[in-house]
Protein backbone atom coordinates (compact mmCIF):
# COMPACT_ATOMS: atom_id res chain seq x y z
CA UNK A 1 0.00 0.00 0.00
CA UNK A 2 1.39 3.24 -0.87
CA UNK A 3 1.62 5.88 1.75
CA UNK A 4 2.08 9.51 1.56
CA UNK A 5 5.77 11.30 1.93
CA UNK A 6 5.41 14.26 4.75
CA UNK A 7 7.85 15.69 6.97
CA UNK A 8 10.42 13.32 5.40
CA UNK A 9 8.89 9.96 6.32
CA UNK A 10 5.71 7.94 5.26
CA UNK A 11 2.00 8.36 6.44
CA UNK A 12 -0.33 5.64 6.16
CA UNK A 13 -4.12 7.68 5.96
CA UNK A 14 -7.01 8.13 4.51
CA UNK A 15 -8.96 5.58 2.58
CA UNK A 16 -7.20 4.01 0.00
CA UNK A 17 -7.67 3.40 -3.71
CA UNK A 18 -6.85 1.01 -6.56
CA UNK A 19 -4.32 1.77 -9.45
CA UNK A 20 -4.55 -0.69 -12.42
CA UNK A 21 -2.36 -2.04 -14.82
CA UNK A 22 -3.37 -0.33 -18.46
CA UNK A 23 -1.84 -3.60 -20.23
CA UNK A 24 -4.22 -6.15 -18.45
CA UNK A 25 -6.55 -4.19 -16.47
CA UNK A 26 -5.95 -6.15 -13.15
CA UNK A 27 -4.99 -4.14 -9.89
CA UNK A 28 -1.37 -3.58 -9.50
CA UNK A 29 -1.37 -1.78 -6.54
CA UNK A 30 -3.30 0.20 -3.64
CA UNK A 31 -2.46 4.23 -2.60
CA UNK A 32 -3.74 5.94 0.58
CA UNK A 33 -6.11 9.05 -0.86
CA UNK A 34 -5.40 12.08 0.79
CA UNK A 35 -8.36 13.68 2.71
CA UNK A 36 -8.23 17.40 4.14
CA UNK A 37 -6.27 16.08 7.00
CA UNK A 38 -3.79 14.96 5.02
CA UNK A 39 -3.41 17.69 3.13
CA UNK A 40 -3.01 19.96 5.22
CA UNK A 41 -0.77 18.47 7.17
CA UNK A 42 1.50 18.41 3.88
CA UNK A 43 1.38 22.16 3.56
CA UNK A 44 1.81 22.69 7.20
CA UNK A 45 5.12 20.50 6.86
CA UNK A 46 6.36 22.30 3.87
CA UNK A 47 5.76 26.04 5.38
CA UNK A 48 7.81 24.61 8.13
CA UNK A 49 10.11 23.37 6.33
CA UNK A 50 10.47 26.49 3.39
CA UNK A 51 12.09 29.48 6.09
CA UNK A 52 15.38 27.31 6.51
CA UNK A 53 15.63 26.04 3.13
CA UNK A 54 14.72 29.46 1.34
CA UNK A 55 17.65 30.55 3.70
CA UNK A 56 20.21 28.17 1.89
CA UNK A 57 22.89 29.47 -0.41
CA UNK A 58 21.77 28.73 -3.95
CA UNK A 59 24.77 26.63 -4.55
CA UNK A 60 23.73 24.69 -1.91
CA UNK A 61 20.49 24.11 -3.29
CA UNK A 62 22.30 23.60 -6.72
CA UNK A 63 24.02 20.82 -4.74
CA UNK A 64 20.92 19.13 -3.41
CA UNK A 65 19.36 19.24 -6.63
CA UNK A 66 22.61 17.15 -8.12
CA UNK A 67 22.62 14.87 -5.62
CA UNK A 68 18.57 13.48 -6.16
CA UNK A 69 19.62 13.34 -9.69
CA UNK A 70 22.45 11.08 -8.54
CA UNK A 71 19.87 9.12 -6.31
CA UNK A 72 17.28 8.62 -9.48
CA UNK A 73 20.29 7.32 -11.10
CA UNK A 74 20.43 4.67 -8.21
CA UNK A 75 17.55 4.02 -8.27
CA UNK A 76 16.89 4.07 -12.30
CA UNK A 77 15.52 0.36 -12.54
CA UNK A 78 12.68 0.64 -9.40
CA UNK A 79 11.25 4.20 -11.14
CA UNK A 80 11.52 2.38 -14.55
CA UNK A 81 9.48 -0.49 -12.97
CA UNK A 82 7.03 1.57 -11.71
CA UNK A 83 6.39 4.22 -14.00
CA UNK A 84 5.62 0.85 -16.27
CA UNK A 85 3.63 -0.78 -13.70
CA UNK A 86 1.47 2.20 -13.77
CA UNK A 87 1.19 3.60 -17.42
CA UNK A 88 1.87 -0.08 -19.67
CA UNK A 89 4.73 2.77 -21.54
CA UNK A 90 7.63 0.60 -23.58
CA UNK A 91 10.83 -0.59 -21.94
CA UNK A 92 12.67 1.15 -24.52
CA UNK A 93 10.66 4.47 -23.80
CA UNK A 94 10.84 4.79 -20.18
CA UNK A 95 14.43 3.97 -20.36
CA UNK A 96 15.54 6.42 -22.75
CA UNK A 97 13.17 8.91 -21.97
CA UNK A 98 10.70 9.17 -19.31
CA UNK A 99 13.51 8.57 -16.42
CA UNK A 100 16.61 9.97 -17.89
CA UNK A 101 14.69 13.25 -18.34
CA UNK A 102 14.00 12.88 -14.50
CA UNK A 103 17.78 13.59 -13.72
CA UNK A 104 18.29 15.81 -16.73
CA UNK A 105 15.89 18.11 -15.33
CA UNK A 106 17.66 18.01 -12.12
CA UNK A 107 21.32 18.57 -13.18
CA UNK A 108 19.99 21.54 -15.93
CA UNK A 109 18.48 23.52 -13.33
CA UNK A 110 21.19 23.07 -10.63
CA UNK A 111 23.33 24.62 -13.73
CA UNK A 112 20.79 27.30 -14.44
CA UNK A 113 20.08 28.36 -11.31
CA UNK A 114 24.26 28.36 -9.89
CA UNK A 115 25.31 30.45 -13.17
CA UNK A 116 21.94 32.89 -13.28
CA UNK A 117 23.08 36.61 -13.35
CA UNK A 118 21.22 39.04 -10.75
CA UNK A 119 20.16 42.08 -12.53
CA UNK A 120 21.88 45.33 -11.87
CA UNK A 121 21.93 48.77 -13.28
CA UNK A 122 24.05 52.20 -12.68
CA UNK A 123 23.22 55.98 -12.99
CA UNK A 124 25.19 58.52 -11.84
CA UNK A 125 24.84 58.39 -8.16
CA UNK A 126 21.92 55.38 -8.24
CA UNK A 127 22.41 51.65 -7.98
CA UNK A 128 19.52 49.55 -8.41
CA UNK A 129 19.69 45.45 -8.53
CA UNK A 130 17.27 42.51 -7.93
CA UNK A 131 17.06 40.12 -5.52
CA UNK A 132 15.33 36.92 -6.06
CA UNK A 133 12.96 35.45 -3.12
CA UNK A 134 11.31 32.09 -3.40
CA UNK A 135 7.41 32.33 -3.56
CA UNK A 136 7.03 29.87 -0.78
CA UNK A 137 5.04 26.62 -1.13
CA UNK A 138 4.14 25.45 -3.97
CA UNK A 139 1.81 22.76 -5.08
CA UNK A 140 2.84 20.86 -7.93
CA UNK A 141 -0.18 19.03 -9.50
CA UNK A 142 1.19 16.28 -12.77
CA UNK A 143 -0.55 14.11 -14.93
CA UNK A 144 -0.69 10.52 -15.90
CA UNK A 145 0.45 10.96 -19.34
CA UNK A 146 4.92 11.27 -18.19
CA UNK A 147 4.65 11.09 -14.24
CA UNK A 148 8.44 11.26 -13.93
CA UNK A 149 9.68 13.63 -16.45
CA UNK A 150 6.48 15.79 -15.53
CA UNK A 151 6.92 16.14 -11.78
CA UNK A 152 10.49 16.29 -11.87
CA UNK A 153 10.14 19.25 -14.29
CA UNK A 154 8.06 21.30 -12.19
CA UNK A 155 10.13 20.16 -9.01
CA UNK A 156 13.71 21.07 -9.85
CA UNK A 157 13.21 24.82 -11.03
CA UNK A 158 10.75 24.72 -7.82
CA UNK A 159 13.35 23.81 -5.36
CA UNK A 160 16.27 25.14 -6.72
CA UNK A 161 14.54 28.51 -6.29
CA UNK A 162 13.97 28.29 -2.88
CA UNK A 163 10.49 27.17 -2.65
CA UNK A 164 8.98 23.61 -0.94
CA UNK A 165 6.66 21.84 -2.18
CA UNK A 166 3.49 19.59 -1.84
CA UNK A 167 2.86 17.07 -4.55
CA UNK A 168 -0.10 15.04 -6.25
CA UNK A 169 0.30 13.18 -9.10
CA UNK A 170 -2.54 11.07 -10.88
CA UNK A 171 -4.49 9.04 -9.30
CA UNK A 172 -3.15 6.30 -12.37
CA UNK A 173 0.36 6.85 -12.06
CA UNK A 174 1.73 7.42 -8.02
CA UNK A 175 4.63 4.71 -8.53
CA UNK A 176 7.65 6.43 -9.49
CA UNK A 177 6.57 9.30 -7.03
CA UNK A 178 6.41 6.88 -4.12
CA UNK A 179 9.76 5.69 -5.46
CA UNK A 180 11.10 9.58 -5.48
CA UNK A 181 9.75 9.76 -2.07
CA UNK A 182 12.24 7.20 -0.93
CA UNK A 183 14.91 8.96 -2.76
CA UNK A 184 14.54 12.25 -1.25
CA UNK A 185 14.62 10.38 1.89
CA UNK A 186 17.66 8.38 1.21
CA UNK A 187 19.43 11.83 0.06
CA UNK A 188 18.66 13.29 3.25
CA UNK A 189 16.81 16.28 1.82
CA UNK A 190 15.65 18.17 5.02
CA UNK A 191 12.03 16.91 6.23
CA UNK A 192 8.94 18.46 4.54
CA UNK A 193 11.24 20.19 1.65
CA UNK A 194 9.31 17.47 -0.40
CA UNK A 195 5.74 16.50 0.05
CA UNK A 196 3.94 14.27 -1.96
CA UNK A 197 -0.04 13.34 -1.03
CA UNK A 198 -1.87 11.15 -3.37
CA UNK A 199 -5.77 11.44 -4.50
CA UNK A 200 -7.64 12.30 -6.94
CA UNK A 201 -8.67 15.71 -8.30
CA UNK A 202 -9.95 16.29 -5.22
CA UNK A 203 -6.91 16.13 -4.08
CA UNK A 204 -5.28 17.92 -5.88
CA UNK A 205 -8.31 20.84 -5.28
CA UNK A 206 -7.95 20.67 -1.25
CA UNK A 207 -4.07 21.80 -2.00
CA UNK A 208 -4.99 24.66 -4.65
CA UNK A 209 -7.81 26.20 -2.22
CA UNK A 210 -5.40 25.90 0.77
CA UNK A 211 -4.46 29.10 2.10
CA UNK A 212 -0.57 28.02 2.94
CA UNK A 213 -0.33 27.05 -0.63
CA UNK A 214 1.48 30.26 -2.22
CA UNK A 215 1.41 28.82 -5.77
CA UNK A 216 0.46 26.26 -8.15
CA UNK A 217 2.36 24.48 -11.31
CA UNK A 218 -0.03 22.41 -13.25
CA UNK A 219 0.26 20.26 -16.50
CA UNK A 220 -2.44 18.85 -18.05
CA UNK A 221 -5.95 19.47 -19.33
CA UNK A 222 -7.14 22.56 -20.20
CA UNK A 223 -10.72 21.83 -18.62
CA UNK A 224 -8.75 21.02 -15.34
CA UNK A 225 -6.39 23.88 -15.83
CA UNK A 226 -9.52 26.41 -15.89
CA UNK A 227 -11.30 24.88 -12.53
CA UNK A 228 -8.02 25.87 -11.08
CA UNK A 229 -7.65 29.38 -12.57
CA UNK A 230 -11.15 29.85 -11.18
CA UNK A 231 -10.40 28.51 -7.64
CA UNK A 232 -6.81 30.73 -6.85
CA UNK A 233 -8.34 33.37 -8.51
CA UNK A 234 -9.55 35.21 -5.29
CA UNK A 235 -6.33 34.79 -3.93
CA UNK A 236 -4.58 36.11 -7.16
CA UNK A 237 -2.08 32.95 -6.77
CA UNK A 238 0.61 32.64 -9.33
CA UNK A 239 -0.41 29.97 -11.76
CA UNK A 240 2.27 27.82 -14.14
CA UNK A 241 -0.23 26.36 -16.90
CA UNK A 242 0.79 23.42 -19.66
CA UNK A 243 -2.40 22.67 -20.84
CA UNK A 244 -3.52 20.83 -23.98
CA UNK A 245 -2.70 21.21 -27.50
CA UNK A 246 -4.14 20.18 -31.01
CA UNK A 247 -0.93 20.41 -32.74
CA UNK A 248 -0.26 20.89 -35.98
CA UNK A 249 2.11 19.33 -38.61
CA UNK A 250 3.16 20.93 -41.93
CA UNK A 251 4.52 18.18 -44.72
CA UNK A 252 6.19 20.09 -48.04
CA UNK A 253 6.44 18.71 -50.82
CA UNK A 254 9.84 19.32 -50.61
CA UNK A 255 10.78 17.77 -47.30
CA UNK A 256 12.87 14.57 -47.16
CA UNK A 257 9.98 12.30 -47.54
CA UNK A 258 12.05 9.55 -45.72
CA UNK A 259 12.46 11.44 -42.60
CA UNK A 260 9.15 13.69 -43.16
CA UNK A 261 7.25 10.21 -42.88
CA UNK A 262 9.24 8.94 -39.55
CA UNK A 263 8.89 11.90 -37.53
CA UNK A 264 5.43 12.64 -37.89
CA UNK A 265 5.03 8.69 -37.22
CA UNK A 266 6.58 9.56 -33.98
CA UNK A 267 5.27 12.82 -33.09
CA UNK A 268 1.76 10.84 -33.43
CA UNK A 269 2.39 7.46 -31.53
CA UNK A 270 4.98 8.05 -28.82
CA UNK A 271 3.54 7.11 -25.98
CA UNK A 272 -0.20 6.24 -27.59
CA UNK A 273 -0.68 9.75 -28.29
CA UNK A 274 -0.61 10.81 -24.95
CA UNK A 275 1.85 13.57 -25.16
CA UNK A 276 0.48 17.20 -25.09
CA UNK A 277 2.89 17.84 -27.99
CA UNK A 278 2.08 15.01 -30.36
CA UNK A 279 0.84 15.96 -33.72
CA UNK A 280 -3.52 15.06 -33.94
CA UNK A 281 -3.38 17.47 -37.27
CA UNK A 282 -1.43 17.06 -40.02
CA UNK A 283 -1.23 18.79 -43.26
CA UNK A 284 0.27 17.65 -46.47
CA UNK A 285 1.02 18.86 -49.52
CA UNK A 286 -1.08 17.95 -52.65
CA UNK A 287 1.70 16.39 -54.87
CA UNK A 288 2.90 14.27 -52.19
CA UNK A 289 -0.55 13.12 -50.34
CA UNK A 290 -1.15 10.27 -51.45
CA UNK A 291 2.33 8.80 -51.35
CA UNK A 292 2.77 10.00 -47.39
CA UNK A 293 -0.34 9.22 -46.51
CA UNK A 294 0.23 5.53 -48.03
CA UNK A 295 3.40 5.74 -45.87
CA UNK A 296 2.08 7.05 -42.76
CA UNK A 297 -0.49 4.40 -42.73
CA UNK A 298 2.36 1.34 -43.21
CA UNK A 299 4.37 3.34 -40.27
CA UNK A 300 1.42 3.46 -37.74
CA UNK A 301 0.74 -0.28 -38.63
CA UNK A 302 4.32 -1.31 -37.41
CA UNK A 303 4.08 0.94 -34.13
CA UNK A 304 4.67 -1.18 -30.77
CA UNK A 305 1.30 -0.97 -29.18
CA UNK A 306 0.88 1.71 -25.81
CA UNK A 307 -2.20 0.57 -23.89
CA UNK A 308 -4.34 4.24 -22.69
CA UNK A 309 -3.98 5.22 -19.25
CA UNK A 310 -7.48 3.78 -18.38
CA UNK A 311 -10.88 2.37 -19.20
CA UNK A 312 -12.43 6.00 -19.65
CA UNK A 313 -9.77 7.49 -21.60
CA UNK A 314 -9.54 4.43 -23.91
CA UNK A 315 -13.56 4.68 -23.90
CA UNK A 316 -12.57 8.70 -25.30
CA UNK A 317 -10.30 7.72 -27.82
CA UNK A 318 -12.72 4.87 -29.00
CA UNK A 319 -15.07 7.88 -29.27
CA UNK A 320 -13.70 9.89 -31.51
CA UNK A 321 -13.14 7.16 -34.01
CA UNK A 322 -17.14 6.67 -33.91
CA UNK A 323 -17.35 10.31 -34.94
CA UNK A 324 -15.06 9.98 -37.21
CA UNK A 325 -16.92 6.73 -38.77
CA UNK A 326 -20.11 8.83 -38.41
CA UNK A 327 -18.81 12.02 -39.90
CA UNK A 328 -18.03 9.58 -43.34
CA UNK A 329 -13.82 9.58 -42.73
CA UNK A 330 -11.74 7.44 -44.81
CA UNK A 331 -10.27 6.00 -42.13
CA UNK A 332 -6.56 4.96 -43.64
CA UNK A 333 -5.46 2.26 -41.36
CA UNK A 334 -7.32 1.71 -36.97
CA UNK A 335 -10.32 3.31 -36.14
CA UNK A 336 -10.89 0.41 -33.71
CA UNK A 337 -9.43 -2.23 -30.88
CA UNK A 338 -6.09 -4.68 -31.33
CA UNK A 339 -7.29 -8.35 -30.80
CA UNK A 340 -4.18 -9.61 -29.39
CA UNK A 341 -5.65 -13.30 -28.28
CA UNK A 342 -3.33 -12.53 -24.89
CA UNK A 343 -3.49 -10.79 -21.85
CA UNK A 344 -3.83 -7.67 -23.29
CA UNK A 345 -7.17 -8.04 -24.46
CA UNK A 346 -8.46 -7.25 -20.68
CA UNK A 347 -6.01 -4.06 -21.55
CA UNK A 348 -6.86 -0.41 -22.53
CA UNK A 349 -5.50 -0.35 -25.81
CA UNK A 350 -6.85 1.03 -28.96
CA UNK A 351 -5.59 0.86 -32.80
CA UNK A 352 -2.87 3.22 -33.85
CA UNK A 353 -5.26 5.60 -36.58
CA UNK A 354 -5.07 7.73 -39.56
CA UNK A 355 -8.02 9.15 -40.95
CA UNK A 356 -8.73 11.64 -43.69
CA UNK A 357 -11.76 13.53 -45.16
CA UNK A 358 -13.31 15.34 -42.29
CA UNK A 359 -13.87 18.68 -41.93
CA UNK A 360 -11.35 21.53 -40.18
CA UNK A 361 -14.57 22.44 -38.21
CA UNK A 362 -15.34 18.49 -37.33
CA UNK A 363 -14.95 17.92 -33.45
CA UNK A 364 -12.68 15.69 -34.39
CA UNK A 365 -10.05 18.12 -35.89
CA UNK A 366 -11.00 20.75 -33.03
CA UNK A 367 -10.75 18.55 -29.57
CA UNK A 368 -7.87 17.20 -28.23
CA UNK A 369 -7.94 13.31 -28.34
CA UNK A 370 -4.84 12.72 -26.96
CA UNK A 371 -4.68 9.03 -28.36
CA UNK A 372 -2.82 6.95 -31.28
CA UNK A 373 -4.21 9.40 -33.95
CA UNK A 374 -4.25 11.62 -36.56
CA UNK A 375 -6.12 13.79 -39.43
CA UNK A 376 -4.66 13.66 -42.74
CA UNK A 377 -5.70 16.97 -45.26
CA UNK A 378 -3.90 17.51 -48.49
CA UNK A 379 -3.07 21.73 -48.79
CA UNK A 380 -1.37 23.50 -51.70
CA UNK A 381 -0.18 27.03 -50.67
CA UNK A 382 1.93 27.84 -48.14
CA UNK A 383 -0.44 30.51 -47.12
CA UNK A 384 -3.32 27.67 -47.21
CA UNK A 385 -0.93 25.35 -44.90
CA UNK A 386 0.04 28.52 -42.27
CA UNK A 387 -3.67 29.27 -42.06
CA UNK A 388 -5.00 25.36 -41.66
CA UNK A 389 -2.46 24.94 -38.95
CA UNK A 390 -2.85 28.42 -36.76
CA UNK A 391 -6.90 27.22 -37.66
CA UNK A 392 -7.30 26.07 -33.66
CA UNK A 393 -7.96 27.16 -30.32
CA UNK A 394 -4.95 25.33 -29.09
CA UNK A 395 -1.19 26.26 -29.53
CA UNK A 396 1.27 24.35 -27.88
CA UNK A 397 3.40 22.88 -30.65
CA UNK A 398 3.75 22.49 -34.21
CA UNK A 399 5.88 20.40 -36.89
CA UNK A 400 7.74 21.59 -39.91
CA UNK A 401 8.52 19.79 -42.34
CA UNK A 402 10.55 20.89 -45.71
CA UNK A 403 14.61 21.30 -47.09
CA UNK A 404 14.10 25.02 -47.91
CA UNK A 405 15.69 26.94 -45.21
CA UNK A 406 13.73 30.18 -45.68
CA UNK A 407 10.88 28.53 -45.83
CA UNK A 408 11.33 27.11 -42.65
CA UNK A 409 12.12 30.00 -41.30
CA UNK A 410 8.92 32.09 -43.10
CA UNK A 411 6.68 28.95 -42.02
CA UNK A 412 7.83 28.65 -38.34
CA UNK A 413 7.63 32.40 -36.97
CA UNK A 414 3.91 32.69 -38.64
CA UNK A 415 2.64 29.53 -36.48
CA UNK A 416 0.83 30.43 -33.51
CA UNK A 417 2.28 27.81 -30.96
CA UNK A 418 4.91 28.21 -27.92
CA UNK A 419 7.18 26.05 -29.71
CA UNK A 420 7.99 24.58 -33.42
CA UNK A 421 9.97 21.90 -34.39
CA UNK A 422 11.81 21.57 -38.28
CA UNK A 423 12.80 18.61 -39.18
CA UNK A 424 12.09 16.79 -36.22
CA UNK A 425 9.97 16.40 -33.03
CA UNK A 426 10.16 16.54 -29.30
CA UNK A 427 14.08 17.29 -29.25
CA UNK A 428 13.93 19.78 -26.24
CA UNK A 429 17.17 22.24 -25.27
CA UNK A 430 15.73 22.75 -21.11
CA UNK A 431 16.85 26.35 -21.39
CA UNK A 432 14.34 27.31 -24.12
CA UNK A 433 11.28 28.70 -22.93
CA UNK A 434 8.13 26.10 -22.83
CA UNK A 435 4.76 26.57 -23.20
CA UNK A 436 1.86 27.30 -25.22
CA UNK A 437 -0.77 30.33 -26.64
CA UNK A 438 -4.63 30.32 -26.18
CA UNK A 439 -5.85 27.01 -24.48
CA UNK A 440 -2.52 25.61 -24.11
CA UNK A 441 -1.88 27.40 -21.32
CA UNK A 442 -0.19 30.18 -19.31
CA UNK A 443 3.46 31.60 -19.19
CA UNK A 444 6.39 29.69 -20.47
CA UNK A 445 8.83 27.08 -18.37
CA UNK A 446 12.37 26.29 -19.35
CA UNK A 447 15.22 27.57 -18.30
CA UNK A 448 15.84 31.10 -16.68
CA UNK A 449 11.85 31.29 -16.93
CA UNK A 450 10.72 28.51 -14.72
CA UNK A 451 13.47 30.24 -12.08
CA UNK A 452 11.29 33.17 -13.01
CA UNK A 453 8.39 31.58 -12.42
CA UNK A 454 9.08 30.03 -9.11
CA UNK A 455 10.74 33.37 -7.54
CA UNK A 456 9.62 37.35 -6.76
CA UNK A 457 12.45 39.40 -7.71
CA UNK A 458 12.44 42.59 -5.53
CA UNK A 459 14.11 45.66 -7.12
CA UNK A 460 16.48 47.28 -4.84
CA UNK A 461 17.48 51.38 -5.27
CA UNK A 462 19.91 52.64 -3.58
CA UNK A 463 21.07 56.71 -3.67
CA UNK A 464 24.91 56.14 -3.59
O1 LIG B 1 9.58 17.94 -22.27
C1 LIG B 1 9.16 18.70 -21.38
O2 LIG B 1 9.91 19.40 -20.67
C2 LIG B 1 7.71 18.79 -21.12
O3 LIG B 1 7.30 19.62 -20.31
C3 LIG B 1 6.83 17.88 -21.80
C4 LIG B 1 5.48 18.03 -21.65
C5 LIG B 1 4.60 17.06 -22.22
C6 LIG B 1 3.28 17.08 -21.91
O4 LIG B 1 2.42 16.17 -22.30
Known sequence: MLTHFIGGGPLAAGKSFPVHDPVTGAVVRHVHEA???????????A?????????????????????????????????????????????????????????????????????????????????SYTVHRPLGVVAVIVPWNLPFLLMTWKLAPALVSGNTVVVKPSEHTPGSAAVFAEICAETGLPPGVVNIIFGYGSAGRLLVEHPGVDAVTFTGSTATGTAIMRTVAERVKPISFELGGKNAGLVFEDCDLDRAVEGTARSVFTNGGQ?????????????????????????????????????????????????????????????????????????????????????????FNREEIFGPVCHVAPFDSEAEAIDLANGSDYGLAATLWTTNLDRAHRVAQRLEAGLVWVNTWYLRDLRTPFGGVKLSGIGREGGARSLDFYSEPTTITIKL
Open 35 to 45: DPEVADRAVRA
Open 47 to 127: REAARDWAALPVGERAGWMRRLAEGIERRFDDLVAAEIADTGKPLEQTRTLDIPRGIANFRAFAEIAAQRPDDAFHLAGVL
Open 275 to 363: VCLCTERLYVQRSIFEEFCGRLAQSAREVEPQPMISAEHRDKVLSFYALARSEGAKVLTGGGVPVFNDHRDSGYFVEPTVVAGLSEWSR
